[in-house]
């Protein structure tokens, strides 16, 4: 436990209740020996960064306890009902495996500010394959993973003005039970003007 403690830069107390708490799953023990892991190092660090966000004790514990009783991670997420995004499920070595030496307390913090990452039990769950395989590729290119985080927050914040102008034409427009089937129209349009925009920018750059 004292090791422990010490690599999570935190005290034996401050452990102590976070196991009383059930912030953390209890060791593995053999015979009066119990054994702390890099999952329960993950979780610790998960704890850490939820609070510098502002998360309470009692928050997090909630999240922990709904996610132990078996609750759906889209649920927990409040990702609503299913969407083309799928959630991936990770142990602390797989994800630091997609970010080799990026997975600092500072990024991690950040991704779960955005909503990206969350805990499952021992677990981390990631809110979307395509983002995580994206980031993930990014960084191999050689972006920082920081820097990965900082643009997907401004890609949040026009993704949501797109989505909100789109949802207020369609819903203007069309009957709701069509609303889903006329989603992909809408993705078509940014898609392309995506594209079309990206063109012009790297032929700015190349002149």
């Known amino acids: 436990m004292a090791e422990l403690a010490e690599a999570a830069g935190i005290t034996v107390r401050t452990l102590r209740f ?10 593995r023990r ?9 999952r ?3 979780r610790l660090r998960t704890i ?14 909630d999240l922990t306890t709904a996610f132990e009783s078996g609750r759906d991670v889209g649920e927990v997420l409040e990702l609503g009902p299913p969407t ?20 600092t ?5 950040a991704a779960l500010d955005l909503g990206y990452l969350a805990t499952d ?28 985080l900082k643009a997907g927050a401004r890609v949040r ?30 993705k078509s349009v940014v898609e392309a003007e995506l594209s079309m925009a990206l063109d012009r920018r790297l032929r700015g750059a190349r002149g």
Not at 48 to 61: C, Q, S
Not at 124 to 146: C, K, M, N, T, Y
């Open 18 to 27: 976070y196991r009383e708490r059930g912030l953390i799953p209890p060791p």
């Open 30 to 38: 053999e015979g009066r020996i119990a054994w702390y892991d890099e």
């Open 40 to 42: 329960h190092l993950a």
């Open 48 to 61: 850490a960064a939820l609070l510098e966000r502002g998360h309470t004790l009692t928050g997090i514990a």
């Open 84 to 103: 083309e995004e799928e959630p991936v499920r990770l142990t602390p070595e797989e994800l630091a495996d997609h970010f080799a030496g990026e997975v």
């Open 105 to 109: 307390p500072e990024n991690l913090a």
């Open 121 to 148: 039990g021992e677990d981390i769950v990631h809110v979307s394959r395509r983002l995580l395989d994206v980031s993930a590729a990014l960084v191999r290119e050689g972006v920082p993973l920081a820097e990965v």
């Open 157 to 186: 914040e026009h993704a949501d003005a797109l989505a909100a102008l789109f949802a207020d034409l369609l819903t203007a427009h069309a009957e709701e039970a069509d609303l889903q089937r006329l989603r992909p129209l809408a």
